[in-house]
């Protein structure tokens, strides 16, 4: 049976071990700080809330929460908040979770069953306005299954005092809560990663962004300066130990030349870079480069609204027009690998090598001729009087979508198809440059970006994450890339390769494989908390 977790190997792991771990002395942190207790980190966005509910800490590493599970370096789970790992149900429609009772809160309440039941029943209810709501759409109700406390008397020794015997004791037993399914669901487990709050927290419903950051996690939230950073403290009660690290400073900056500089200028201790820039920092002694493998493709949104966009022979041809090869070693300087569907190569079990478009401008042009795009006196083909162009959005700071945009821009106008790429988000009709991707199951990101569209595709979907049998459910996903190379609804471009920079003052980093964003949580700071000071 194929394993659905990817292993990082240990060569390559203690390579990235050894550029942290190095013999070079400790320098001043951004902070000031001396004993490398204090760290600053910037990432790219900044987060709508530090709660669950709203998406935060979405892969388990939230810091500030924790879940009934945890993810770990090879993407496999174990108990966080849970004694243990959950036990199915015989259909597989219902998942029993015994919880930990030595567990408390930042705010000093206990953690118990009913806290979970909340949290969850807060997530599903569509008052709190979560955007993370449909991903768990399967789950029909979640309740505190604890049996009645079992009572034992103790019988005292004879005694000829007049004291009164002492009272029956009551043996503490743990929380255990229940999740019924409307169906069973084959990666339900990597969402029990989902951070608790305590009941009290979510009583009342609201909108997501004004709920409070309460959690169990090592860090609680002290401060947040909206648009610029927030500060994180350690947690001095935490049931998993106390983290070295005692001050956590994240600054949200989207301009990559922006974290560039801060990094420079000696403001910053860590930092996620795109692999060009990371790449000035090589030689550095002060800092070490870190590289991680991720399950993150860039695509080009193709929407369904513009004549142009579509045409399925638009959409052939691009896709057949796209240099990926000079795309990776252009704006990804050489850290990337060449995809043409929405999961990614690192996925390895699940991926269809197969499935794959090569650069072929005849085939492209062939396509395009077929579909009856002619070629024009200036080089731009027409269909019945509607001009082969469209315009091309990407974030602005984000140097690695600019740069991937114009080449995919000069690609397409190789073929006669004319892209005009401009900074903001899409309007109606434009196309947008994309990102997504999940490291633990395909399902996470591609039931979200392709359920509607190919009746086909949609099919697949459905069958491979109601699959109980792993061996099935990769069958499942090679068919349904098999079915996309046919008819694609977009324009793979690339799989990444994430990269950081990080001061050489700490060891602790373990390499995990990305998810699509890098933010404070997963990525090379996921287990921040263990970070010991060199």
Request: proline letters at 9%; one cysteine or more.
């Amino acid at each position: 049976m194929p394993s659905r977790r990817i292993l990082l190997s240990s060569g390559a792991l203690c390579a990235v071990l050894g550029l942290v771990g190095c013999t070079a002395a400790p320098t001043p942190t951004a902070s000031g700080s001396t004993d490398s207790t204090a760290l600053v980190l910037a990432v790219p966005s900044e987060p709508a809330n530090v709660h669950p509910l709203a998406g935060y800490g979405i892969h388990g590493a939230a810091q500030v929460f924790d879940g009934l599970l945890e993810h770990q370096a090879d993407s496999g789970l174990r108990p966080a908040l849970a004694t243990e790992m959950p036990t199915p149900s015989a259909d597989g429609k219902s998942w029993t979770v015994k919880l930990r009772g030595d567990v408390r809160f930042h705010d000093g309440s206990a953690f118990d069953g009913k806290d979970v039941v909340a949290t969850y029943q807060a997530l599903l209810n569509p008052a709190f306005g979560s955007p993370v709501r449909d991903r768990y759409s399967m789950i029909t109700g979640v309740t505190d299954v604890t049996p009645p406390p079992v009572t034992t008397t103790t019988t005292a020794p004879p005694t000829t005092s007049s004291r009164p015997a002492p009272p029956p004791r009551t043996a503490p037993v743990g929380s255990i809560v229940r999740f019924d399914l409307a169906r069973p669901y084959a990666p339900f487990l990597d969402l029990l990663v989902l951070g608790i709050v305590p009941s009290e927290t979510v009583a009342e419903p609201g909108p997501v962004t004004g709920l409070k950051s309460v959690g169990t996690g090592p860090y609680q939230l002290e401060s947040w300066q909206h648009g610029a950073s927030m500060t994180l403290r350690a947690n001095t009660s935490y049931f998993g130990g106390v983290p070295t690290v005692a001050k956590v400073t994240v600054e949200f900056m989207p301009d990559d030349d922006a974290r560039v500089q801060r990094i420079r200028d000696g403001k910053l201790d860590s930092a996620a870079l795109p692999p060009a820039q990371a790449k000035s920092f090589e030689q550095s002694d002060v800092f070490a480069v870190l590289r991680q493998r991720s399950a993150a493709v860039r695509a080009i949104q193709m929407p369904a609204d513009n004549p142009v966009t579509a045409d399925p022979h638009i959409r052939l041809a691009l896709n057949y027009a796209v240099n990926r090869r000079k795309m990776i070693d252009g704006p990804l300087a050489g850290h990337g690998i060449e995809a043409s569907t929405p999961v990614s190569p690192v996925l390895a079990e699940f991926y269809e090598p197969t499935a794959k478009f090569s650069h072929d401008v005849p085939t492209a042009k062939s396509f395009l001729d077929t579909g009856g795009w002619i070629p024009g006196s200036d080089g731009i083909r027409t269909k019945n009087g509607v001009p082969a162009r469209f315009i091309l959005t990407y974030p602005a700071g984000d140097t690695v979508a600019r740069d991937l945009a114009t080449a995919f821009a000069a690609d397409a106008d190789a073929v006669g198809v004319q892209v005009q790429t401009r900074i903001g988000v899409a309007g109606a009709g434009e196309a947008a440059v994309i990102g997504a991707g999940n490291p633990f199951d395909p399902d996470l990101a591609l039931y979200p970006l392709m359920r509607t569209g190919d009746a086909k595709i949609t099919a697949s979907l459905e069958a491979a994450r109601a699959m109980a049998d792993p061996a099935q459910r990769v069958a499942e996903y090679r068919k349904l890339q098999r079915t996309y190379i046919e008819a694609p609804s977009m324009v793979v471009l690339v799989g990444l390769e994430h990269t950081y920079v990080l001061r050489r003052n700490w060891t602790g980093y373990q390499a995990v494989v990305d998810a699509d964003s890098q933010d404070a949580t997963w990525g090379a700071w996921w287990n921040l908390s263990r970070w010991q000071p060199r």
